[in-house]
């Protein structure tokens, strides 16, 4: 009986591998359930919650003036995307902190913005010394800066700031611009005024760099403190070496006091301020009478009728202006626009990777940049350059009854 048993269960067991053997050879198992005859579903890369985006910019201190039309601008482009469906049907989160116009509070924002946040990339800082003050910590993070300081230092050496871009008019463009404009209008003798900032220096050595061998040549140069209230002591001297033009580089208050004083000293000299000044608050404190006659290096935010009817930079900055005017009832600053452009740059970037996106690869997206049309300009990056804009991109304005004209323009 028991070998009997034995056989059976021998047969049984070479019955077993030849439905296996078969099985694998292309034979005919036993059919699986009818759920699992389904092809598996197709999916792409799941979408995130969120792509949340962090701006350090300053909303109050001496450099506020500049905050709010930046805070402003931003949000009504985040507000604008979402209100579309988002970036690719993911909300764009917008986490904006105050530097208080500070570097030690900026990059103490900076690394919240990173370790707590989780931020993709960071808008700011608004200003120069600011920015500089990140610069370290977030190409060291792999995180993505984009700012709107001018400083050249921000964004050189190249080697040095992978992730650091700033789409903001050059010190050496701004000079050069300012310089090409002195030689145009016949002007010999030149007075250079300063903020004794990271700002002011960098404009100092972009001038000095530019006028080398121009005929309008340096005759005195003049320091201040960007939160000195009265800045006739140093006008005086100028007024005393005869200088035709002046040429200021430094930000509202600080621009427009200088303004009021240029004007109860009498002088005739050409004034002319650098982007920094590029704000509606420096009229506004500096009042009309002041400004009026006066020149500033900028970018053409300010003056779309110089443009063809019809041109792309022109539609953009009429549907800025009158976006903003309509969410928030006042005038726009060359400076608010220039967030505006920056979180549109991040926006397209991220756009262009999908919803994959991390740090990195959107550091590729935005050096890879290539001919977006602006409210500032027509921005192109390479690895050799982050900063994007040609020259021809920016123009010396003239302030003539109220409203900012185009004198020259950048070739």
Known sequence: MKSVVKRIL???????????????????????????????????????????????????????????????????????????????????????????????KALVAAKKLVSEEKVLAILGGATSPTSMAMVKYLEESGVPMVSMGSSDAIITPINERKFIFKPVM???????????????KGVKKVAFMSAADAYGDSGLKAYEEASKNAKAQLVIKEKFAGTDKDMKPQLTKIKAAGAEAVVVWAIPPAASIINKNYKELGLNAMLIHSYGAASSYYVELAGQEAVEGTYLATDKTWMPS???????????????????????????????????????????????VGPTVERRSLRDALEGTKGFISVTGNISMSPTDHNGHPISDYVIGKMDKGQWKIEYQGK
């Not at 041109?311 to 626009?337: C, F, L, N, V």
Request: contains cysteine; aromatic residues 4%; hydrophobic residues 40%.
């Open 10 to 104: 021998g047969v049984c067991m070479v019955l077993v591998m030849a439905a296996s053997v078969l099985a694998g050879c292309g034979g005919q198992p036993a059919k699986p359930p009818a759920a699992d005859n389904k092809a598996p579903a197709q999916s792409g890369p799941a979408k995130p919650p969120e792509h949340k985006v962090g701006a350090v910019i300053s909303l109050t201190g001496p450099a506020s003036v500049w905050g709010e039309p930046m805070r402003n601008s931003m949000n009504l482009l985040a507000d604008g995307i979402n209100a579309k469906g988002g970036i690719g049907g993911v909300p764009l989160k917008l986490v904006i902190l105050d530097d208080e116009s500070d570097p030690t």
């Open 306 to 352: 110089g443009l063809p009817a019809g041109d792309a930079q022109r539609k953009a900055i009429e549907a800025y202006t009158k976006g903003y005017k309509d969410k928030y009832g006042k005038d726009i600053s060359p400076t608010g626009a220039l967030a505006y452009d920056n979180l549109a740059l991040v926006i397209q970037g991220i756009e262009k």
């Open 170 to 184: 050059r010190s050496q463009f701004m000079a050069e611009l300012i310089v090409g404009f002195l030689e145009a």
